[in-house]
Structures are given as structure tokens and as C-alpha cells.
């Protein structure tokens, strides 16, 4: 089945999921990190790239895939428009091929010391307050990472041990997804396997909006989003069986993507 396929299924999903956001506070800093990540645990050739954004400020930040985030900006300039054209009598149209298409669906909010995450099962989009902390040992170990002098630090994060090299030249407790709270910047980190390995690109001074999405989310706990999300892998079909775009899916395509739901079982939460 292609890509592009299984992309559509989701679309009209990504379409209500982009209209309603809160800004919670601006910027000051925009990490990029490069993403490495293993869909599946047991299959080292499932692994695949992303570019990743770190938005930091004064009291939050928000991690997600910064395809992701061109994605939404591009539905949501283009649902735009078609409201437009349908409310003035105009023909409404929707160019799903013009919008980038993302492999990394998490987003993590910090807003003071409250992180929560936001996920996708199917085509349900779930919220729930992290409660895993890691607690760091720091390592008197040092590396020149990204032209920064880096210092090494290890932790516990549920079934993983992560690595993390971080700088005490950017006093900022932050990095990538819920890997936080060490004494300066998080440059690079990845878990003792190398399923999720992530490389500072790029930062930048800038002032932006960070944005919560308030609409479509079911509020629960991590207990029950798993319960949920191991359900939904016993028989993705079933669960999707309903949904608008499943319709135009052939008996292969559906196959196909039901291999591909199931095999996706490394989960960063």
C-alpha cells in the first residue's frame, strides 16, 4: 500500500485537529534535533529519520516532529480557505498531496513542572500527565558534541536506560520529548539499544507563539491510554472499520495496514 494511502485515512482526522489551539506562552529559544527512531522493537531496518522542534519559554515548551508542525500549518491554511470558498458559494477543495507527510505523531507540553503528552491511537488523539521522572546520575565524563563541551548523565526511563549528553554552556533544564530537569541543555541522547537517538541540528533566539490544541482530546491516564492503544494493536481494522476514508481502501491495502499498525510497538511513553 503507499504511503500516501494510509496518510489520506488519517487525514480528515489531521483536518479538526489543527483548528482549535490556546497559546500558552512564547519562546525564547528553538532547539532542532535530528530523530532517529526504530517503529519496531525487534526489526533494526524499521528505523527512520525526522526533524524534530524544541520550543522553550519561560514557564513551558512543546516537543513535536517539526514536519509535523509544517503539516498542521499547511491544513490549517488550507481548511481555511475551503471554509471560505464554501461560505462565499465557491467549490471547496482539499490538496491532502500538499501536505508534508510525518512518521512521529507524540507531542510533549511542559507547562511549569507538568508535562503532559499527546498521542494518536487510530484515529483517536488522547492527553494524559506524564508521571515518569527520571532520575539522572551525572557522570564525570566529558564530549565536545555540536562545538559544545558536553557532560554524560544516565537514567531510568520505565523498561530503557537513556544516555544523555548535556552542556552547562546553555543553563536549560530541557531536551527532546519528557528528558528534562539535567543542568543545562540536552545535545544529544539516545537509549541503550539505539531504537531513539536524538542530535541537536540547530537553535535559535526567536520569539514564537507556544500553542496547546484544546479540541478532540480525550483527557485520561497513561494506565488507560495503554489499555487503549493495546487493544487498538490486537485489531487495528476492526477499530477503523467505521471511519470515512476506510471505504476506499482495498482488501490489500487494509492488510497492509494492518502489518504496518501492528509492527509499530516501540512506544517512547
Not at 42 to 62: M, R
Not at 80 to 95: L, M
Amino acid at each position: 500500500m503507499k504511503k500516501i494511502q494510509v496518510y489520506l485515512l488519517f487525514a480528515f482526522v489531521l483536518i479538526s485537529g489543527v483548528l482549535y489551539s490556546q497559546k500558552i506562552d512564547s519562546t525564547y529559544m528553538v532547539c532542532y534535533y535530528k530523530m532517529t527512531f526504530q517503529k519496531d522493537s525487534t526489526n533494526p531496518n524499521s528505523k527512520y529519520e525526522e526533524l524534530t522542534v524544541l520550543k522553550i519559554g519561560k514557564e513551558s515548551s512543546i516537543f513535536r516532529s517539526y514536519v509535523k508542525e509544517k503539516s498542521d500549518s499547511i491544513i490549517a491554511d488550507q481548511v481555511k480557505k475551503v471554509f471560505e470558498k464554501g461560505s462565499s458559494g465557491g467549490i471547496a477543495t482539499y490538496d491532502a498531496g500538499a501536505v508534508p507527510q510525518y512518521d512521529f505523531k507524540p507531542e510533549v507540553y511542559r507547562n511549569g513542572n507538568k508535562i503532559t503528552v499527546f498521542e494518536r491511537v487510530g484515529m483517536d488523539r488522547f492527553a494524559f500527565e506524564s508521571q515518569e521522572n527520571i532520575k539522572w546520575k551525572l557522570l564525570n565524563e566529558e564530549r565536545k558534541i555540536s562545538n559544545f563541551i558536553c557532560k554524560k548523565a544516565i537514567g531510568k526511563y520505565r523498561n530503557r536506560t537513556i544516555i544523555a549528553w548535556y552542556t552547562n554552556e546553555m543553563n536549560i533544564p530541557e531536551g527532546p520529548y519528557n528528558f528534562k530537569n539535567l543542568p543545562g541543555l540536552i545535545i544529544e541522547l539516545q537509549d541503550d539499544k539505539d531504537t531513539i537517538h536524538f542530535t541537536l541540528a540547530g537553535l535559535k533566539k526567536m520569539k514564537l507563539p507556544i500553542e496547546q490544541k484544546m479540541n478532540g482530546i480525550y483527557l485520561t491516564t497513561y494506565e488507560k491510554f495503554k489499555r487503549n492503544r493495546e487493544e487498538f494493536a490486537k485489531d487495528p481494522i476492526s477499530k477503523l472499520a467505521n471511519t470515512r476514508m476506510f471505504k476506499f481502501l482495498t482488501h490489500e491495502d487494509r492488510e497492509n495496514l494492518s502489518k504496518s499498525l501492528k509492527s509499530e510497538n516501540n512506544h517512547l511513553d
